[in-house]
């Protein structure tokens, strides 16, 4: 099955659910988008991790990544996998340095989870066309923002990302993060 690349661009409250959030994911080369209910320290993680926020103790996501990386294990992708009545399924897809072949080992997991893990890691996070047809929602254009990034230079990229994050527009930052990734700075 062909994989569909998709970005974070927003983690939100969601007014009719008391502690329930929406994290938001776009396709990155397209206007459709999914929309994932998540717990509300499923979603403070999440923000955590976009903002890259120093804290006083670790996340679990932080204690998951240096033990990961002690034992030469690499998250190579997210793969939201399923959607079946509202509920999303997701796997982990790790790289075993040192095994045999470099063995690849395919971990189910929380969507919420999987994608606080795949920003933790650096690593792409990817659905399939069965699941945005059944759940995916579409806007009307792509962000015009998103498209012009790739012809920014990386220092006004970094500004670009400081101001954002302090003015707290999240799907810009995201945005601006995952094209500095997708650039290997």
């Known amino acids: 099955m062909k994989k569909i690349p998709l970005s974070v661009v927003a ?5 009719y659910y008391a502690d329930t959030y929406s994290l938001v994911l776009e396709e990155r080369d ?12 499923e979603a403070q993680s999440i923000a955590v991790l976009l903002d ?6 670790p996340l679990v ?3 998951i990544y240096k033990f990961a990386t002690s034992y030469r294990i690499r998250i190579e992708e997210v793969i ?3 959607v079946e009545k509202e509920i ?3 796997e982990v897809v790790c790289r075993v340095k040192g095994a045999p072949d470099d063995e690849i080992v395919r971990l189910d997991s929380r969507t919420s989870d999987a994608v606080a893990l795949a920003i933790k890691f650096g690593c792409p996070i990817y659905t399939y066309e069965v699941v945005m047809s059944a759940a995916g929602f579409t806007t009307e254009k792509p962000s015009s923002r998103h498209q012009s990034l790739t012809e920014v230079d990386e220092s006004k990229l ?3 990302l400081s101001k954002a994050i302090k003015r707290e527009d999240y799907e810009l930052a995201t ?3 995952d094209e500095l990734i997708r650039r290997g700075v």
């Open 88 to 90: 999303y399924y997701s």
């Open 80 to 82: 939201i996998a399923n």
């Open 61 to 63: 996501y932080d204690f």
């Open 52 to 57: 890259g926020m120093k804290i006083a103790r």
């Open 175 to 177: 945005k601006i993060r």
């Open 158 to 160: 970094r500004d670009m």
């Open 30 to 41: 397209g206007t459709r988008k999914l929309a994932i209910t998540i717990g509300k320290s």
């Open 11 to 15: 983690v939100s409250p969601l007014h």
